[in-house]
């Protein structure tokens, strides 16, 4: 599956954003889907995942509080709405899938298969 990051921009501390996890096509048959982040010099990192049939959450404990991970099947999307930003939250976000049998979330990027491309969040001070 391919899927294709969207909704990232620039915006000012304190500020929202709610990004898009499409799938190309339109078909999006996996169960787990997560979103990561990676900043200039450092590693990506887990933000937020969701089964989108259970709708079980998982949240890294930065995020937790401000960023809220929710699924629209019937649109086979997933959305990161994210409040409160600050400029360490800018970043490169990224969606990522598990495996279509896998029904268990997890935190790391290792364990993800399938990648979208990536959208740049900018937060300014």
């Known amino acids: 599956v391919q899927l294709q990051a969207s909704g990232g921009g620039l915006v000012q501390a304190g500020g929202s954003l709610r990004l898009s996890c499409t799938a190309s096509?339109?078909?999006?048959?996996?169960?787990?889907v997560g979103w990561f982040r990676q900043a200039p010099g450092k590693d990506r990192e887990f933000v937020a995942a969701?089964?989108?049939?259970?709708?079980?959450?998982a949240y890294a404990n930065s995020d937790k509080g401000r960023f809220t991970i929710h699924t629209d099947n019937a649109k086979n999307t997933v959305y990161l709405q994210m409040n409160s930003l600050t400029p360490e939250d800018t970043a490169v976000y990224y969606c990522?899938?598990?495996?279509?049998?896998?029904?268990?979330?997890?935190?790391?990027?290792?364990?993800?298969?399938?990648w979208g491309q990536g959208t740049l969040v900018t937060v300014s001070s």
């Open positions: 990522a899938a598990r495996g279509s049998a896998i029904t268990v979330i997890a935190g790391s990027r290792f364990q993800y298969q399938y």
């Open positions: 969701i089964n989108r049939y259970s709708s079980t959450t």
């Open positions: 096509g339109g078909t999006f048959s996996n169960n787990v």
